[in-house]
């Protein structure tokens, strides 16, 4: 069926501004019951919902060529802080203290936030394909819902152990059950939103992928 592809570059942006700014506000720490998250968990799992949308819309060929996009254009903002983090100050500014310590980036935190994101996304995306094929496209809550806490089980574990392991963070364990069970409530609580996001881009663009025949490697080098 002919599709018009309007809405992609619409979700597309959303998905990549999501990523982007979670990872900015995401230096600032709040508590909630007694348990530490960062910021970043307000937004971040919009980038879940966003994936889930491009996956079951456009096939995971297309959200694997989103994904990666979102890596690069989060390494871009990175590289354009740090640049501007070493450009010698104006004698009369005195923020230079304050942007280092906001909006910094250490290697350690850098890497564990990008092998967190590439599994975490790439996992989502495959564990959602491969639900809509066994269920035959129904039951949508069943795949936005599951491949969502596989994917950020994963994303959490990996994260929070590169980042703080060793460093005499206390009961890693609890921090990365926490912001697992944040982030796979925000899903339970946005499905609605979802279902009505994805039937609407389904009858805009009028596509329904099923990835019955697609090669699933994240990168793709070499033959299949």
Known sequence: ?????????????????????ANIVAVKLFVVAGVVLPAGVVIFP???????????VYGYAQARRVIWLGFFCNLLMVAAIWIAQELPAA???????AYEQILGF????????????LLGEFVNSFVLAKLKIATRG???????????????ALDSAVFV?????????PDLGSVILAQWL?????????TPLTYLVVSTVKRVEGIDTFDYNTDFRPVLIGPR
């Open 91 to 97: 004698p009369f500014w005195k923020g230079q203290g």
């Open 46 to 56: 919009l980038s879940y919902l966003f994936g889930d949308v491009l996956t079951e």
């Open 106 to 117: 250490t290697p350690r935190l850098l890497l564990a936030s990008f092998a967190a994101y």
């Open 182 to 190: 944040f982030k796979s409530v925000y899903e339970i609580v946005a």
């Open 161 to 169: 152990t590169l980042a703080f392991a060793g460093t005499g963070v």
């Open 138 to 152: 129904r039951w949508l809550w069943s795949r936005t819902i599951g491949s969502t806490v596989t994917g950020q």
């Open 1 to 21: 069926m002919k599709t018009s592809g309007r809405l992609l570059p619409i979700i597309t942006a959303l998905f990549v501004t999501a990523l982007v700014t």
